[in-house]
């Protein structure tokens, strides 16, 4: 499966990926503060575990930071 993740193209195992599942795999360590949209549409934190990648979605994964 191919999917672009903030602009780069990445290949994952053709199996069927959630938001959750794929932020499991490209973020590991510390998922809070993070807002995710596919294709310009933003996806609640709610629904992660349930709402499907498909083949060829445009995501973005935002990350907060602290700052001043």
């Known amino acids: 499966m191919e999917l672009k993740i903030n602009n780069q193209t990445k290949q994952f195992a053709p199996d069927s990926l959630t938001v959750q599942a794929l932020?499991?795999?490209?973020i590991p360590?510390?998922?809070n503060g993070i807002a995710i949209a596919i294709n310009n549409t933003v996806i609640p934190?709610?629904?992660w575990?349930?709402?499907p990648i498909q083949e060829?979605?445009?995501i973005l994964i935002i990350s907060a930071?602290?700052?001043g």
Not at 23 to 26: G, I, N, P, V
């Open 65 to 67: 930071t602290q700052g």
């Open 29 to 31: 360590i510390k998922q």
């Open 45 to 47: 934190k709610s629904n």
């Open 56 to 58: 060829t979605d445009d």
């Open 23 to 26: 932020l499991d795999l490209e």
């Open 49 to 51: 575990n349930s709402y």
